[in-house]
């Protein structure tokens, strides 16, 4: 089970996170939170070796931020009942 957190995560929007910015890894998406948000969605972010947005795009396609995660990520079971707040991006 997946606890929910504080903090929203940059990618995936669940809330799974202790804290932002605390380089911690995403359950529901594994994305490492770098601190980058929606101002830096064009950065490429050192921990992750891509882009916010390629990621959050990623997340919506396949449910995980990179193809390479797919296999790590929370089922949708898992995060059925975790605080989701999907912010709006316009890919």
Not at 37 to 44: F, I, K, N, Q, S
Not at 72 to 82: K, T, W, Y
Request: hydrophobic share 35%.
């Amino acid at each position: 089970m997946i606890a929910e957190g504080r903090a929203q995560c940059p990618c995936c929007d669940y809330y799974t996170l202790r804290d932002r910015g605390g380089n911690e890894v995403c359950p529901v998406c594994y994305w490492e939170d770098d601190g980058a948000d929606l101002e830096a969605l064009d950065e490429v972010s050192p921990a992750n070796h891509i882009t916010l947005r390629s990621a959050r795009k990623n997340f919506e396609r396949l449910g995980a931020s990179d193809q390479a995660a797919v296999s790590l990520v929370a089922s949708a079971e898992e995060r059925d009942g975790l605080r989701r707040e999907q912010r709006a991006t316009y890919f």
